[in-house]
């Protein structure tokens, strides 16, 4: 819809003349939508729904900003031509609903004059090629049918239909397709992530909003509308279901108000049972998903409810035979016989992209439908969601003290809670009320004392339960009665711990004498100098040091740090202390200090002791063509922290000079792909991994005096150069030890340069991690025997007692680190990034 069009909609009764005739999809993709071997990339689905703006007063279609790489994101509105028009009246009504707070129409009339606002998401994950094109026909559906059931959807729901919420990944599957169309590889996923930096992992970041779509997501989209319901499209694997929708397994995140699990079940079942009557196929219900990790579901914590619809796929855009003897039972239900979560089961053929955008489609009209037909009931229950949130007592509130150790993840912290609409107050002065710890191993078990300018998050407000369920510890557990099912994601999320940042929680009421939300935290925080003179003292407990640092090398002044603590007029300094010699003046200082939360002490003399000097580690990322989330991670973490670094593929190990740099990374992954790489049907060009020409090539770099990091399960490589480290996860079965994503405490010899501004203890990401003797080599980090598991789920955690998390092997000149916990997981794991840091740094002290 065209905002000219708009104002004649208004003064002419020639409305429809203006507005030429809505394009059938074909007419604009060159191709039927869900014909084989086609996929469209994302300048098509865009010109696509740019011509449905100009065509349709129906539509609308915004852009809402750029991505990753630079594409425009489209967010389309589709609903009745008169909704169209009231949009912004609509949006305050949800505004209104949504925080009970608000004085001024009564709820009942609000509920009478809304509508209910469903986000559809397309295309997250862009190896499951159907969603955008499902978006495509939808909404031309939606602007050209004249059904009743059109009729009423448009006059009763606003849609918000994001077709595709990678764009960047959309262009880059469907050229892959193309390319390799007709060849042995077709069918075959890229050879590198779908999303720049998260890959697959894009859809885990929900909560700590690292990437560019997802802000644009939660910005433009959730923060604007407050969708009561999410459909988010996804496909599986080929041989189960035909597609799985909603009511999800147990554990829901307790956190989750229970009108939306019970609304979850609801609209699931509603949709289950339309596609049955319509002879669909292979649907399931309650299997294989749980609703545990706000990494996935942001709305469950802002009054929506999470739609999931997982359906089957084919080869991207190419048909494929499905099998009866393919088809095996998973733990709920058996693809081959009918059952009450399964009634009607699929009879194995030939799959096509045209059925899971046929499936998907249907399954999202009737999603539509239930909420046009069910309209106050959605209303209504958001708003008691809202109210059921702003009446809850406990507990109180949560407290985050003023006085961190770190000031850049503290302020991290803040901005997540800002994304997810916390309301943060600030204290004026001094309070005090008693407090029990969240973050152990960060901050005292006990504190009633908090100065002035703490930061209190009190639960009764409409968000709350997003940030009690980021604050608390995770207790991941069945309900009563019921057997445990190993975890669907990874069970722990605490903030305070991820961050290394206090966090505490009251249960009783208290007066902060608070002062009005906390908007701009970070001016309290801006960069601070003192003294004088060409020496700059800087601390390496806060994550802020790596980019002072870096910044430092980059203007030529040369940067070391303390192989032990030291005084400077009566005043302590610990061991790892950052000094730079820099002698520009205070404007210079001031450029190179812009946007950090550091304090910088000027000081005439170097304080007298053997300082280690750095230099700009010369950095590289090894690149492996089977894809490895971990390696994007790592290149976004570099790339925020301003580190230099160059990239390595398989023939530069192979065959490269590896002795320009000083440490090689290479990021968490399996140890036989990386050696062995893909293989037939991949062109040639990608096949083969680094091979053992590549690990002989790496441990002669080691042994020449460069570092070699190995991350995750890349720790597996250092048997295979005959190091002598044995993981000793190796062999033990799940029943015994199974820890996918958990947070644990662990002990840090941070006397070592690579534990340079850690505490004495912290906590780690375990995922299905490798672990060592701590007999061999030099362990960094050990396992602690006692209180080990922190947040979420463990299994056999007392075989981690006093085991190495970290350990370094010296061989030859130089040095393998094996880190395997995820130390910087998925950009969240921030309270560890400085082992990833310090290692790099530390391997310009090798060869100096
Ligand atoms: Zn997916």
Not at 317 to 340: E, G
Not at 349 to 358: A, N, S
Not at 363 to 376: M, N, T, W
Not at 653 to 670: F, K, M, N, P, W
């Amino acid at each position: 819809m065209r905002a000219i069009v708009h104002l004649l909609l208004l003064f002419s009764t020639l409305t429809t003349a203006a507005y030429p005739a809505v394009p059938a999809p074909a007419q604009v993709l060159g191709f039927p939508v869900g014909a084989d071997k086609k996929l469209a990339d994302w300048s098509q689905i865009r010109e696509y729904f740019s011509r449905l703006d100009a065509s349709s007063d129906r539509v609308l279609t915004q852009e809402l900003g750029e991505t990753t790489l630079g594409k425009p994101m489209l967010l389309a509105i589709i609903s009745s031509p008169g909704n169209l028009r009231r949009l912004d009246e609509y949006r305050k009504i949800q505004a209104s609903l949504a925080d009970p707070r608000i004085k001024g129409e009564k709820p009942e009339a609000l509920i009478d004059a809304g509508k209910v606002v469903v986000l559809v998401t397309c295309g997250i994950h862009s190896t499951e090629v159907g969603s955008p094109l499902t978006a495509v026909d939808l909404a031309y559906t939606l602007a050209t049918s004249r059904s009743p059931e059109t009729v009423e959807i448009l006059d009763r729901v606003i849609l918000l239909l994001v077709p595709s919420l990678n764009p960047d990944g959309t262009t880059l599957v469907a050229d892959w397709y193309r390319k390799t169309l007709g060849t042995p590889a077709e069918g075959t996923t890229p050879p590198q992530l779908y999303h720049p930096y998260s890959g697959h992992d894009n859809n885990r970041d929900w909560f700590m909003f690292t990437q560019k779509e997802t802000r644009l997501l939660v910005e433009k989209v959730h923060q604007q509308w407050h969708p009561q319901i999410v459909v988010d499209l996804h496909q599986m694997g080929a041989f189960g279901a035909r597609l799985f929708i909603p009511p999800f397994i147990d554990p829901i995140d307790p956190n989750v108000d229970a009108i939306l699990q019970a609304e979850i079940a609801d609209v699931g079942t509603s949709i289950l049972s339309s596609m049955v009557r319509a002879g669909r196929a292979g649907v399931v219900t309650n299997a294989i998903f749980d609703a545990f990790t706000p990494g996935r579901s942001y709305q469950h914590y802002h009054g929506g409810v999470r739609i999931l619809m997982e359906a089957a796929s084919a080869r991207l855009a190419s048909p494929l035979a499905v099998n009866a003897a393919q088809m095996k039972p998973v733990a709920d239900f058996d693809p081959t016989k009918a059952s009450w979560n399964f009634p009607l089961p699929w009879e194995p053929g030939t799959w096509k992209i045209g059925d899971v955008i046929t499936y998907q489609k249907e399954a999202v009209q009737a999603c539509l439908l239930h909420a046009a037909r069910f309209r106050r009931e959605w209303l209504r229950g958001f708003y008691k969601v809202g109210l059921n949130a702003v009446m809850r007592k406990e507990p109180y509130a949560f407290i985050i003290p003023a006085d961190q150790r770190d000031p850049q993840s503290l302020l991290d912290l803040l901005e997540i809670l800002r994304l997810g609409q916390v309301e943060v107050r600030r204290a004026d002065a001094d309070f005090q009320v008693p407090a029990k710890l969240l973050s152990a191993p960060y901050g005292n078990p006990e504190r009633s004392r908090f100065p002035s300018r703490s930061f209190v998050v009190q639960i009764a407000q409409p968000y709350g339960a997003f940030a009690k369920t980021l604050l608390e510890r995770q207790n991941y557990r069945m309900p009563v009665g019921k057997d445990l099912r190993t975890p669907y994601d990874v069970t722990g999320h605490t903030l305070g711990l991820l961050l290394g940042v206090e966090v505490y929680e009251a249960d009783q009421a208290f007066d902060e004498a608070e002062s009005a939300v906390a908007r701009d935290a970070g001016k309290d925080y801006r960069a601070r100098v003192s003294g004088e003179g060409p020496y700059c003292l800087f601390s390496h407990e806060n994550n802020a040091f790596a980019i002072l640092t870096n910044r430092f090398l980059k203007a030529g002044a040369p940067v070391s740090w303390a192989p032990n603590g030291f005084q400077v007029e009566g005043r302590g300094f610990p061991v790892g202390t950052l000094m730079a010699r820099f002698s520009g003046d205070a404007a210079a200082l001031g450029k190179l200090l812009e946007g950090l939360p550091v304090t910088v002490e000027r000081v005439g003399r170097a304080p007298q002791l053997a300082w280690q000097e750095l230099r700009a580690p010369r950095t590289a990322v090894y690149q492996s063509y089977e894809p490895a989330p971990d390696e994007g991670w790592t290149r976004w973490i570099l790339e925020k922290n301003e580190f230099a670094f160059q990239l390595l593929a398989d023939k530069d190990l192979r065959t490269g000079d590896l002795a320009r740099h000083d440490v090689i990374v290479l990021c968490s992954q399996d140890p036989k792909s990386i050696v062995e790489g893909l293989s037939d049907p991949y062109p040639a060009e990608y096949r083969g991994g680094i091979g053992t020409e590549g690990l002989a090539k790496l441990k002669a770099f080691a042994d020449q005096g460069g570092v070699l990091l190995l991350l995750g399960d890349a720790c597996g490589l250092a048997k295979q150069m005959g190091l002598e480290v044995e993981d000793l996860a190796t062999g033990l079965d799940r029943e015994r030890f199974y820890i996918p994503g958990t947070l644990l405490k662990a002990s840090v010899n941070n006397r070592h340069p690579i534990g340079y501004g850690m505490g004495q203890e912290t906590a780690v990401m375990f995922d299905s991690s490798p672990f060592f003797e701590a007999s061999r080599g030099l362990p960094i980090v050990r396992y602690s025997p006692h209180d080990t598991v922190l947040s979420g789920w463990a299994r056999g955690e007392n075989l981690l007692a006093n085991q190495s998390g970290m350990t370094e092997l010296r061989t030859g000149q130089g040095a393998v680190v094996l880190i395997g916990f995820r130390t910087q997981f998925r950009a969240q794991a921030r309270a560890t990034f400085k082992f990833l840091f310090n290692c790099l740094y530390y391997a310009t002290t090798f060869r100096s």
